[in-house]
């Protein structure tokens, strides 16, 4: 295995042996860098202070990734224009914020057997918000929801 030291410089091929007396021998660890390498990479390094830099670096990494949540819009189907049009405004942010938005329509008592009005108001509400359905409109129970991810452009795509 080729080892390294804590300065950086190589040491060349050792034996498993030897390079395990090193890391007695220099009071730190011996730790595996590549083990797919053939012969695979060692170094020399405190294990905790090697641990420690990696959660640190992956936590920097984690820091400048934003993910996108998943916000949910519930709507009735006697909902009034005004409140439609101010949910259909909220998740209109929600998606430029670069959320999905799940669009859930609740159908309550007799509204039970008319489904079909509760899969229109999902189509007029994607239709007012402008946005493209990423999983498409389904029943559970009393429930219909869909899921929406912001309208890319044709012009977008060419690119």
Do not use: C, W
């Amino acid at each position: 295995m080729i080892v390294i030291d804590q300065d950086g410089q190589s040491l060349g091929v050792l034996s498993r042996d030897q390079a395990l007396y090193l890391a007695y021998d220099s009071g730190v660890d011996l730790v595996e860098v590549s083990g797919k390498a053939v012969p695979p990479v060692t170094k020399l390094i405190d294990s905790g202070k090697y641990q420690y830099e990696i959660q640190k670096r992956e936590a920097k990494q984690q820091a400048h990734q934003k993910t996108g949540e998943l916000k949910e819009i519930r709507l009735g189907l006697k909902i009034d224009n005004h409140d439609f049009d101010t949910k259909a405004k909220k998740s209109q942010s929600f998606l430029d914020d670069g959320n999905k938005v799940r669009v859930t329509v609740v159908l309550r008592g007799r509204e039970n057997i008319f489904p079909e009005r509760g899969y229109a108001m999902i189509v007029r509400f994607v239709e007012k918000v402008g946005a493209r359905i990423d999983q498409e409109p389904n029943k559970m129970g009393n429930r219909i929801s869909a899921t929406l991810v912001k309208q890319t452009h044709a012009k977008d795509k060419d690119i």
